[in-house]
């Protein structure tokens, strides 16, 4: 898979920096006093060769010592008052600046939480992050100077232009002489900049995913001894990196060598023909040295454009690879289908909250609501209660064309209260089947219902509230044990759930363990929570699950990581959890298989047999071959004793 997504259609400079407009409109009045005030600036600049001229025509030739000195002090209230305006205006722009960027960045990360899954499937984290940090300061920086100064140094240069012309046409013009190469050349620098820019930008994408998956992995690095070949590997996007930012520098050194050049050959030329006039008395030595001063004074603006467009370039690209992500569609909030095959967002944020003794416990509004569901349950058809599956279909979106489905006519009932463990060969779907129930993928065809109502009727955020989750690979938050553990508390109670539903949680996990931690629950778990091991984070992923006392649960594997006491023990606190809800538990183990009351079997993205444990053992060869290596060592009594 590429770590660089495909690029969004092409589009000139000045139609992707517009796509800027809503993030900037709250800060327009600042920006565009801010703009005002460098075009006066520079327009105060321009006076100053009016003054020039005026003194060398007046005070200068009539050898006036007073009109020099009063010259002299236009000349310093000139400088000081342009000084003071061109800091008035990095005044205007540095707090709204900093707030746009904010609010782009604050939207981007938002955005990326309600995308489906199928979007971060498709995407390195090292793109994301670079969207996020890098893009983002070269949008900041392009608002903060480039889009002011392209108008304001417009301005100076068209005003600039006239004061030349009407102080002699045919110096003007000479002047004007380079106009045409240097337009042509910016156009060409353009086209072939933006190119170069984009692969530079991309190219830190990647070397950022390099640096991430790096550090993320550096145990599995030291374990195998690859720190030679990952170290070069990085050296090798570097030197890459290298190559693209050098074309950009001579690419850069090109343009500037003719917008210095031109112009300087035009003064030049300028200054050879008024010096003739001069001599020839057809021009005033005033009317020469405020030209020159005022083309001397066009030089930066003209010479700037060179690097000022790069920088516009570079915002460009920026902007289109911002849009690229925010373009993508959500995941709906609402109830509702969604296009089939999308995969919508698997995990949000931590929040980190402050805990009090004032907390009080939200157990009993969870079981109250429980009650209810299933009294409401028990009044519509028995065969409608419970969570089913009716003829479901799933092929992944990214699957190639023609491809068979990783699911196939699935169609399984687990009625209310029942705890249903999902039993296959590895690659038969098992985890497909589970992540569908709390729509992480869509459906390709048919449905689920929970209690008759099909959840795409219900939103996210109800379904997720009556259905939680827990999976092999567990995931935890640079966050405190709390926090991790208490994200599985329902949202409206999330922040008043207590230490009394945390306990209940951890021993339901048998994650005792956290007491012994440095600052107990509030102990922070390191990013990935890699401070713990395996699993002890499968265990407070497991309490995770249960603290919400979730109408229905799906545990996928949930005590692959645990040791055999470990296991036994929470299998045992499990069972009085799985007593009041109902569960679908993905099992490879017959312990695991022990806890639920019916077994279901998945064969070839199928439904191929439901029973009992030992239904199944007698009846199916194929499920008798997959516990056969497990009940090897366990005879009868102690296999019915476990149950």
Not at 226 to 239: G, I, M, N, P, V
Not at 379 to 400: I, M, N
Request: aromatic share 6%.
């Amino acid at each position: 898979m590429a770590t660089t997504p495909a690029s969004a259609q092409d589009r000139s400079a000045v139609r992707s920096l517009l796509r800027l407009w809503p993030y900037v409109r709250p800060a327009r009045v600042r920006l565009f006093s801010a703009a005002f005030v460098a075009i006066l600036a520079s327009c105060v600049g321009l006076v100053i060769p009016l003054v020039l001229k005026w003194m060398v025509d007046g005070p200068i030739a009539g050898r006036d010592p007073a009109g020099v000195w009063l010259g002299a002090l236009y000349l310093l209230l000139l400088g000081f008052a342009e000084a003071l305006l061109f800091g008035l205006r990095r005044w205007l722009v540095a707090r709204p600046l900093t707030h746009v960027e904010a609010s782009m960045r604050a939207g981007l990360y938002r955005h990326l939480q309600r995308l489906p899954v199928a979007f971060h499937d498709r995407w390195a984290s090292g793109q994301l992050l670079s969207r996020g940090t890098t893009d983002l300061m070269l949008l900041r920086q392009f608002l903060a100077f480039p889009l002011t100064f392209l108008l304001v140094n417009g301005v100076t240069i068209v005003v600039g232009v006239v004061i030349m012309l009407l102080q002699d046409w045919t110096l003007g013009l000479v002047v004007l002489g380079p106009a045409v190469p240097v337009m042509v050349t910016c156009l060409i620098f353009e086209k072939r900049y933006a190119q170069v820019a984009r692969q530079a930008q991309d190219q830190v994408g990647d070397l950022t995913t390099v640096v991430e998956e790096s550090v993320l992995g550096i145990r599995i690095i030291k374990g195998f001894g690859r720190h030679r070949s990952q170290a070069r590997a990085f050296r090798d996007l570097s030197r890459t990196l290298r190559g693209t930012e050098l074309r950009k520098a001579r690419l850069l050194a090109t343009i500037w060598g003719v917008i210095v050049t031109l112009p300087e050959v035009a003064i030049g030329a300028a200054l050879v023909v008024g010096a003739v006039q001069v001599a020839d008395g057809a021009l005033s030595a005033g009317t020469l040295v405020a030209f020159l001063s005022t083309a001397l004074a066009l030089r930066w603006p003209v010479e700037s454009i060179g690097f000022l467009l790069a920088m516009s370039q570079e915002a460009a690209t920026a902007t289109e690879r911002f849009f690229e992500v925010m373009d993508e569609e959500a995941e709906h909030t609402a109830s509702g289908h969604t296009p089939c095959g999308q995969r919508p967002l698997e995990h949000t944020a931590p929040v980190h909250r402050e805990h009090t003794a004032s907390e009080h416990t939200a157990s009993g509004h969870t079981a109250s609501v429980h009650a209810a569901s299933r009294a409401w349950a028990g009044a519509k058809d028995p065969q409608d209660t419970g969570l089913r599956f009716h003829h479901v279909r799933f092929r992944y979106p990214d699957a190639p064309p023609g491809s068979p489905p990783v699911l196939q006519d699935v169609d399984l009932h687990v009625r209310p209260g029942e705890s249903m463990a999902l039993v296959g060969a590895t690659g038969s779907g098992k985890t497909t089947l589970t992540a569908l129930v709390p729509r992480l993928y869509e459906l390709t065809a048919g449905r689920i219902t929970l209690d008759g109502t099909d959840i795409t009727e219900l939103s996210r955020q109800a379904l997720r509230s009556r259905v939680a989750v827990a999976f092999e690979e567990p995931t935890l938050f640079s966050a405190t044990v709390r926090d991790n553990v208490l994200m599985g508390a329902a949202r409206d109670t999330a922040g008043t759930a207590g230490t009394a539903d945390l306990e209940r949680a951890l021993a339901v996990a048998q994650a005792d363990f956290v007491h012994a931690l440095p600052r107990g629950t509030d102990t922070r778990v390191g990013e990935q929570g890699l401070s713990l091991s395996g699993g002890q984070r499968q265990r407070l992923a497991l309490a995770r699950a249960v603290v919400g006392q979730p109408e229905f649960l799906v545990l996928d594997d949930p005590l692959s990581a645990l040791d055999v006491h470990t296991e036994a023990a929470v299998e045992a606190a499990l069972r009085q959890v799985l007593a009041d809800t109902t569960a679908l538990i993905v099992a490879h183990r017959p312990s695991t298989v022990l806890l639920a009351d019916r077994v279901a079997l998945l064969s070839g993205g199928r439904i191929a047999a439901v029973g009992t444990h030992q239904e199944l053992l007698r009846t199916n060869a194929e499920y008798a071959h997959l516990m056969s290596g497990e009940m090897s060592g366990r005879t009868p009594g102690e296999e019915e004793g476990a149950r």
